[in-house]
């Protein structure tokens, strides 16, 4: 029963971490890859070390585990925001399909993008 | 203890080798991104992913070696990404700004 809690945790969560991998290869501009790094990976990382908790079973391993998952929701979107922002401020391009811009006009944003050429 | 991994071929032993390659496979991806670019922010996502998908590794290491003590070096691992991710975003507000 433990090992197969264990290993349904385990294949959830490397196939969300795998799926954030994939996505912040094939999308299109910083904020969606942001985004795809953030939330798949953070889901991903909580279910492997929350199988370690229910393959262990003790109490060390389990405090361990828990206060993972603990500072990786409270520190994740805090890094994600704050490099979203910095990105934006930095004149970070958008990607030609997007519709909303909801800090259009708020930020003095600088002329050219970060460093490197814009994406393609 | 890496042979005891191979040898007992337990479906948990047997999941534990799969997820820990398809997880280095995952760090490919995102070095691949790492080093595409192709701005300064992007490159940091990337960093960020890469410690994330370390702790998982070490995370499931630590149940395939049965060594608990794999947690830690993960919990310190997450905190230093963190700090680490903020930085840098200092650090690209900063020069836009100048």
């Known amino acids: 029963m433990t090992e197969a809690l264990t290993i349904l945790l385990l294949t959830i969560g490397t196939i969300f971490t795998l799926l954030a991998a994939i996505g912040i290869l094939r999308m299109p501009d910083v904020f969606m890859r942001m985004q795809v790094a953030t939330k798949a990976a953070t889901l991903g990382v909580a279910c492997v070390a929350m199988a370690a908790a229910v393959h262990f079973g003790d109490l060390a391993t389990t405090a361990r585990a828990v206060l993972i998952v603990l500072f990786l929701f409270l520190t994740a979107p805090v890094a994600a925001h704050t490099i979203g922002r910095a990105a934006y401020v930095a004149g970070a391009q958008l990607w030609e399909g997007t519709i909303v811009d909801e800090l259009r006009g708020r930020h003095q944003r600088s002329a050219q993008p970060p460093s490197g050429p814009a994406p393609e | ?98």
Request: contains cysteine.
């Open chain 2, 1 to 98: 203890m890496t042979m005891d991994l191979l040898r007992n071929a337990s479906l948990l032993n047997t999941t534990v080798i799969v997820v820990l390659f398809l997880l280095a496979c995952g760090i490919l991806l995102a070095v691949v991104r790492l080093l595409k670019g192709p701005t300064l922010p992007d490159r940091v996502v990337a960093i960020d992913l890469i410690a994330t998908q370390a702790v998982a590794m070490l995370a499931s290491a630590a149940i395939g070696f049965g060594e608990p003590a794999l947690l830690q070096p993960a919990l310190v691992l997450t905190l230093i990404a963190f700090v680490g991710t903020v930085a840098f975003a200092r650090y690209v507000a900063k020069g836009a700004e100048s």
